[in-house]
């Protein structure tokens, strides 16, 4: 078979020419930050079946720096995913109606940030609540 | 004509991208910030007792495993289409590879879950 199609164009550095490309390779970037922070914690169930001494050493090392910086940028990456998130939400759900009228992009954006704010603090209000 | 797949893992992305977007900044300020420096939280939230006493538990069983499975379901659908914008060519077998992977973790997750007691 004859090779056709040799010529690749080069992808090298696009996502540089154009802030709105920079944002997008953030956002689907904060894919590898939650996949590896699923890891950390699948970690952790395994370290913690095999008894107290293993799942110390799991929380031993969350307070390494490297697992602090880590979990630093992490915790940027989750909130530029929130964010981006919700932003296409109107995009990715079906039309919004109330009494015949389409719900406004910005109403179905701001009511996922409001969203993820009471999670938020309810979430935490919980965990203080429940743990010493 | 054969079904497609694409509404199973795009419901899984989508499942995890929510649950990640409405609760993954706070789990990670706690369990990787908060706890570890006991900044803002107790160093002992996460002892043993207290994470032993969550997994064992029917309800923390249902979290756990929701946080681990639609984490990895959403992180690695969507890195799958991340490797294409720096040039690489996506084949079959590298998506049966990435959701592959999800789908072990989260039987890996499943076992442990139910090994813990």
Redesign the interface.
């Known amino acids: 078979m004859p090779a056709i199609k040799t010529y690749k164009r080069p992808v090298d550095g696009w996502w540089r020419r154009n802030p709105f490309y920079t944002w997008y390779m953030v956002r689907e970037g904060s894919s590898v930050f939650v996949t590896v922070y699923a890891l950390i914690l699948l970690t952790g169930l395994w370290r913690l079946t095999q008894g107290q001494e293993a799942f110390d050493a799991w929380r031993a090392s969350l307070a390494s720096p490297i697992a602090l910086v880590f979990h630093v940028l992490a915790l940027w990456m989750f909130i530029m995913h929130t964010l981006s998130w919700f932003k296409v939400m109107p995009k990715t759900m079906p039309f919004v109606r109330i009494g015949g009228k389409r719900v406004p992009d910005q109403t179905i954006i701001n009511a996922g940030k409001i969203a993820a704010v009471v999670c938020t603090v309810l979430f935490y209000v919980v965990f203080l609540w429940v743990t010493p | 004509m054969k079904r497609s797949n694409k509404p199973i893992f795009w419901s899984l992305f ?1 499942g ?3 649950l ?14 908060a ?3 006991g900044l803002g ?2 160093k ?3 002892s ?1 007792q ?3 006493a969550l ?1 064992q538990n029917g309800l923390g069983k249902i979290a ?1 495993f929701l ?2 499975t639609l ?2 379901f ?6 799958y ?2 490797v294409h ?3 690489v060519h996506v084949t079959p077998a590298m998506k049966a590879a990435f959701h592959g992977f999800a789908a072990l ?1 989260s039987l ?2 499943l076992v ?2 139910i ?2 007691g």
């Open positions: 989508g995890g991208g929510m990640a977007a409405l609760f993954g900044p706070i789990l990670v300020f706690i369990t990787g910030i706890v570890p420096l939280a107790s002992d939230a996460m043993y207290n994470v032993l997994a756990l946080v681990i984490f990895l959403h992180g690695c659908h969507r890195m289409h991340f914008d720096f040039g973790g890996a997750a442990l879950l090994r813990v």
